[in-house]
């Protein structure tokens, strides 16, 4: 490569076939050829493995049973909001279940945990709380921390200290 700055720049050239053709080249093995321990078999008769690997798509998730403490949540969650909860649409009680039923489980797997964040627990609830048509922010605010210290007295009577 030249030294100064302006001089013409040298492109290599590419070689003629005729130079590569007595070189051989070795492939690593990688990704190209299979090994023989991760080639599958074609499904025959005999055999019970299917000739294809397992699908990458998850499988529908089977909800987990209600455990007894969940069960506790959701009724402390329900309680005082039966008017309420009857003046709503059919879709609007779907989704109120269904974003109900969300936060129990939520609030559950915050209760199994050593520190509880009440915070964060009230912020759950007044959301769900939240979905009701018509509800003034303070009634909110005060079922919200109404229902987490309910909540909490259940994990202090399940695991006193």
Excluded: C
Aim: charged fraction near 30%; hydrophobic fraction near 35%.
């Amino acid at each position: 490569m030249p030294d100064t700055i302006g001089s013409p720049i040298e492109i290599p050239q590419e070689r003629p076939a005729s130079e590569t053709e007595g070189r051989s080249f070795e492939l690593e093995p990688s990704r190209e050829t299979p090994s023989p321990k991760t080639e599958s078999k074609p499904l025959t008769e005999n055999s019970a493995t299917p000739a294809f690997p397992a699908s990458p798509l998850p499988t529908p998730s089977v909800p987990a049973p209600k455990t007894v403490l969940r069960h506790r949540i959701e009724k402390i969650l329900e309680e005082d909001l039966i008017p309420l909860y009857t003046e709503l649409t059919p879709d609007q009680k779907k989704v109120f279940r269904a974003e109900g039923e969300k936060s129990a489980i939520a609030i559950e797997t915050m209760m199994q945990k050593t520190k509880v964040k009440v915070s964060a627990m009230i912020g759950i609830i007044r959301h769900w709380l939240s979905l009701l048509p018509g509800v003034n922010r303070f009634f909110l605010e005060q079922e919200a921390k109404i229902k987490a210290d309910k909540i909490l007295f259940l994990r202090d009577k399940d695991f006193p200290s």
